[in-house]
């Protein structure tokens, strides 16, 4: 597997930031390479005086009612004929790199396969085309799903109640902290208990949550082996402790095997126990978190149930919610009729005492109908089963790689040779001394054609990658990306620095300033500009 180190030698080494030169031995006339096609933006190839329809000059055969308001300079919209409009978008398009064009192994992220199957039914007319504002009696079919779907989510949890509202696993956070809140104040205690413990090993949305909510957080300490101790638990505990946010499986892609153990203790205190579930993949059909003690859980429908995420698309976070918690659930609630058929959704119901609304309307209907087909064409077997496979998975990745990479959390527990859940948690040691680091690492992943794991997350191991198969992939694509590893390892260790400090070199796009764009973000196009 020594080829493209070889093949990588003859390669001129262009300046990092150049981003318009074709790195090959053979430039092209064009610069685009073969089917790579380098496609400006549509302001720079299209024009205001080009369209790609005709329409006729409107013949003046109504009163003008826009009542002044008429336009009075050109609209400026920059135009194309039909197939370079169609051409622009799918070259476009084909600089994705997407889990339907490769394995993404991004760590947390679960970018799992999403079945035809979810498509197929989420784009059934009755669906697809429904609109919130539609009268109620005409879309009960559609409430019937999202009960449906609610109905396997509190199954699957083992909890009493669901918020189906909430757009996406930060949403459902503070969904749940707000449901916690409003158990505090019911009780009395809302303005006393001001602080929510959350581990140094969670995910930013934790503490950011919250925040927002209007929580002070105090950082809990992991132990060596990646988990968190029930000891410093009931220390930091107190009268003024509102809740915990714990992740489970954690983002270390460890079993917080404890977890009982903290629930009693935070339950004990009166603080109300919020569990991360971005991980429930690891555990759906295996264990129910309303028997670990949870108080309130989002549940990330774009990851564990398999509908289509990242870029920004559409995300869904439902919030599983315990028995002491079911009363402040978030409206609309379902109301059924005397002969328990669906009627509509409503703002009032008896015995509840909801905090408020999530959103307008009913969330992410899509979202929604995907993940109830995910679930429906699993199974109860089928969703313990790929629960189990994409342990399995994380495990194989392991297991094939703890010689070459720095596994986390191997050494600091001999005493608990545990297996990971669905997620291989690397550090950079295998990098000490060779002048590369995680990202220039990741980088050369880029070249290899696969999309680098999470990096430097979690914040608790240095230099992280975080590597989450899946369920989805074949072993043939784990062998492959495994020995795409193994290669990059050691060619790693054996200098070949080249190969990894200005990577990567084949990428349309290659080394940009992200901290630039993300703190200076340039969002309109100006002409001419540098
Ligand atoms: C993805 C993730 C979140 C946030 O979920 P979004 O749907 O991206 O808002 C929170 N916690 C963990 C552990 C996650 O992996």
Same mark, same amino acid.
């Given at each position: 597997?020594?080829?493209?180190?070889?093949?990588?030698?003859?390669?001129?080494?262009?300046?990092?930031?150049?981003?318009?030169?074709?790195?090959?031995?053979?430039?092209?006339?064009?610069?685009?390479?073969?089917?790579?096609?380098?496609?400006?933006?549509?302001?720079?190839?299209?024009?205001?005086?080009?369209?790609?329809?005709?329409?006729?000059?409107?013949?003046?055969?109504?009163?003008?009612?826009?009542?002044?308001?008429?336009?009075?300079?050109?609209?400026?919209?920059?135009?194309?004929?039909?197939?370079?409009?169609?051409?622009?978008?799918?070259?476009?398009?084909?600089?994705?790199?997407?889990?339907?064009?490769?394995?993404?192994?991004?760590?947390?992220?679960?970018?799992?396969?999403?079945?035809?199957?979810?498509?197929?039914?989420?784009?059934?007319?009755?669906?697809?085309?429904?609109?919130?504002?539609?009268?109620?009696?005409?879309?009960?079919?559609?409430?019937?799903?999202?009960?449906?779907?609610?109905?396997?989510?509190?199954?699957?949890?083992?909890?009493?109640?669901?918020?189906?509202?909430?757009? #996406? !696993? +930060?949403?459902?956070?503070?969904? $749940?902290?707000?449901?916690?809140?409003?158990?505090? =104040? %019911? /009780?009395?205690?809302?303005?006393?208990?001001?602080?929510?413990?959350?581990?140094?090993?969670?995910?930013?949305?934790?503490?950011?949550?919250?925040?927002?909510?209007?929580?002070?957080?105090?950082?809990?300490?992991?132990?060596?082996?990646?988990?968190?101790?029930?000891?410093?638990?009931?220390?930091?505990?107190?009268?003024?402790?509102?809740?915990?946010?714990?992740?489970?499986?954690?983002?270390?892609?460890?079993?917080?095997?404890?977890?009982?153990?903290?629930?009693?203790?935070?339950?004990? #205190? !009166? +603080?109300?126990?919020?569990?991360? $579930?971005?991980?429930?993949?690891?555990?759906?059909? =295996? %264990? /129910?978190?309303?028997?670990?003690?949870?108080?309130?859980?989002?549940?990330?429908?774009?990851?564990?149930?398999?509908?289509?995420?990242?870029?920004?698309?559409?995300?869904?976070?439902?919030?599983?919610?315990?028995?002491?918690?079911?009363?402040?659930?978030?409206?609309p609630f379902v109301h059924r009729n005397a002969d328990d058929n669906i009627v509509s959704l409503?703002?009032?119901?008896?015995?509840?005492?909801?905090?408020?609304?999530?959103?307008?309307?009913?969330?992410?209907?899509?979202?929604?109908?995907?993940?109830?087909?995910?679930?429906?064409?699993?199974?109860?077997?089928?969703?313990?089963?790929?629960?189990?496979?994409?342990?399995?998975?994380?495990?194989?990745?392991?297991?094939?790689?703890?010689?070459?990479?720095?596994?986390?959390?191997?050494?600091?527990?001999?005493?608990?040779?545990?297996?990971?859940?669905?997620?291989?948690?690397?550090?950079?040691?295998?990098?000490?001394?060779?002048?590369?680091?995680?990202?220039?690492?990741?980088?050369?992943?880029?070249?290899?054609?696969?999309?680098?794991?999470?990096?430097?997350?979690?914040?608790?191991?240095?230099?992280?990658?975080?590597?989450?198969?899946?369920?989805?992939?074949?072993?043939?694509?784990?062998?492959?990306?495994?020995?795409?590893?193994?290669?990059?390892?050691?060619?790693?260790?054996?200098?070949?620095?080249?190969?990894?400090?200005?990577?990567?070199?084949?990428?349309?796009?290659?080394?940009?300033?992200?901290?630039?764009?993300?703190?200076?973000?340039?969002?309109?196009?100006?002409?001419?500009?540098?």
């Amino acid at each position: 597997m020594n080829k493209p180190t070889n093949k990588m030698n003859n390669v001129g080494r262009p300046s990092a930031p150049n981003i318009t030169e074709t790195h090959t031995d053979h430039p092209t006339f064009t610069g685009n390479k073969a089917l790579q096609i380098n496609e400006p933006l549509l302001f720079e190839v299209g024009s205001v005086e080009q369209t790609g329809v005709d329409i006729a000059a409107p013949r003046d055969v109504s009163a003008n009612r826009l009542g002044g308001l008429d336009r009075d300079e050109e609209i400026g919209l920059y135009g194309l004929s039909e197939p370079q409009t169609m051409r622009h978008y799918v070259r476009l398009s084909q600089k994705n790199f997407a889990i339907d064009s490769g394995m993404y192994p991004l760590g947390s992220c679960t970018m799992k396969h999403n079945p035809r199957i979810n498509e197929k039914i989420a784009r059934l007319p009755g669906l697809a085309d429904i609109h919130p504002l539609q009268p109620q009696q005409t879309v009960r079919g559609a409430i019937e799903v999202i009960e449906n779907l609610a109905d396997w989510l509190m199954k699957l949890t083992g909890m009493a109640a669901v918020a189906m509202s909430p757009k #996406a !696993g +930060a949403h459902g956070e503070l969904c $749940g902290m707000m449901a916690i809140e409003a158990a505090l =104040r %019911a /009780r009395g205690e809302a303005t006393k208990r001001t602080k929510v413990l959350i581990p140094e090993s969670a995910h930013g949305t934790n503490p950011a949550t919250a925040v927002f909510v209007g929580y002070q957080v105090q950082t809990i300490k992991t132990r060596d082996d990646g988990t968190v101790d029930p000891a410093t638990i009931r220390e930091a505990l107190s009268d003024e402790v509102a809740a915990i946010m714990l992740t489970n499986p954690n983002t270390c892609g460890l079993f917080e095997r404890d977890i009982m153990e903290i629930a009693d203790a935070v339950h004990e #205190a !009166g +603080a109300y126990f919020y569990c991360d $579930g971005a991980n429930f993949n690891a555990i759906m059909g =295996r %264990a /129910r978190p309303g028997d670990l003690g949870v108080d309130a859980m989002h549940i990330n429908l774009h990851k564990t149930f398999s509908t289509p995420h990242g870029g920004g698309g559409p995300g869904a976070g439902p919030v599983v919610l315990s028995e002491a918690l079911a009363k402040f659930a978030p409206v609309p609630f379902v109301h059924r009729n005397a002969d328990d058929n669906i009627v509509s959704l409503v703002e009032h119901k008896q015995g509840t005492q909801a905090f408020g609304r999530m959103t307008a309307f009913h969330g992410q209907m899509g979202m929604n109908t995907r993940a109830l087909a995910y679930i429906l064409s699993h199974g109860q077997d089928g969703i313990k089963q790929a629960a189990e496979d994409a342990v399995l998975n994380a495990n194989y990745v392991k297991a094939k790689l703890k010689d070459v990479l720095t596994p986390s959390f191997e050494e600091q527990s001999p005493g608990f040779k545990r297996p990971a859940m669905h997620e291989a948690l690397f550090q950079d040691d295998f990098l000490k001394d060779t002048g590369i680091t995680t990202l220039d690492f990741a980088k050369a992943m880029i070249d290899e054609g696969f999309h680098p794991m999470t990096m430097y997350f979690p914040l608790v191991v240095h230099g992280a990658m975080l590597i989450e198969p899946t369920e989805s992939e074949s072993k043939d694509t784990l062998d492959q990306f495994i020995a795409t590893m193994r290669d990059l390892a050691k060619s790693a260790q054996n200098g070949e620095t080249e190969r990894f400090l200005n990577a990567p070199f084949h990428a349309p796009m290659r080394r940009l300033d992200e901290t630039l764009a993300a703190r200076k973000p340039i969002l309109k196009w100006t002409p001419n500009a540098d």
